[in-house]
């Protein structure tokens, strides 16, 4: 019998694994269905639905491999980082789907979050004041109007599947909906700067590595805290409190 393994578990949701078979149990049954509903528009290969209840859902297992691990390095070729950029201008240059998505959707929105968030790690003593101050600087970037695409949303560099050079699947579309197109990029990338360049390759047209830079900063600043308080460890190397100090 296949033995269950337990994916990634906290407050919000756990993901199971039981042989080729995915069970994601969700407290919020409509990251569920934004799941289901953008794995059904994308034109990306993504994991077949097996099935779904209220609070669950049943995914096949992608073949493949995933890219790489945030505070690994990766194994992954340069043409494999090339084609996860290629698929990734596929999905931008898709039909926008017909939610508005779940991130923030405005510049005075974003600012709002991160101003209030950069506080609470200061006051907290989470991160040292200069380190917040000089991130909160380079995030400055990121906060402009954008044209919206179809956007992946949480597109971690562990949510892509390779095999060889190719890209064999891509998971976890719970946050996808309408957003910026950088932020994707940025998210793929985070603690990977040096496989930045193979993934602009691959998406095929130039883009403001500023605004990526910027992102690192917003997506790393945003999550430390939460990632301490769910179980997770920021600090440990090439994570998010080093893409912060890198940026130093």
């Not at 694994?17 to 995915?22: E, I």
């Not at 044209?147 to 949480?154: A, I, N, R, S």
């Not at 590595?209 to 997770?232: C, M, N």
Request: charge should be negative; include cysteine; hydrophobic fraction near 45%.
């Amino acid at each position: 019998m296949d033995e269950v393994k337990v994916v990634v578990a906290h407050s919000e949701r756990a993901t199971l694994r039981v042989g080729d078979v995915f069970l994601k149990v969700d407290a919020d049954q409509a990251r569920i269905d934004v799941e289901v509903d953008a794995m059904a528009l994308v034109p990306v290969p993504t994991p077949e639905v097996l099935w779904r209840k209220p609070s669950v859902l049943a995914i096949a297992a992608v073949p493949g491999t995933a890219l790489g691990r945030l505070g690994e390095p990766s194994t992954a070729s340069s043409a494999a980082w090339a084609a996860a950029g290629a698929a990734i201008r596929r999905l931008h240059e898709a039909p926008l789907p017909p939610w508005p998505g779940r991130r923030r959707r405005s510049p005075e929105e974003l600012a709002a979050e991160l101003d209030g968030e950069c506080e609470l790690l200061v006051t907290n003593g989470v991160l040292p004041a200069d380190l917040v101050i000089r991130n909160r600087q380079v995030a400055e970037a990121a906060i402009r109007l954008w044209t919206p695409v179809f956007t992946h949303g949480d597109l971690q560099i562990d949510h892509v599947f390779v095999d060889g050079d190719e890209v064999t699947g891509i998971i976890d579309w719970s946050e996808a909906g309408r957003g910026d197109a950088l932020f994707d990029l940025a998210t793929l990338t985070l603690g990977h700067e040096g496989h930045l360049d193979d993934v602009i390759a691959g998406y095929g047209i130039d883009v403001d590595l500023d605004v990526i830079r910027a992102w690192w900063s917003v997506r790393s600043l945003l999550g430390v805290r939460w990632l301490v308080e769910h179980g997770f460890d920021p600090y440990a190397p090439g994570c998010e409190v080093d893409v912060l100090r890198s940026r130093m």
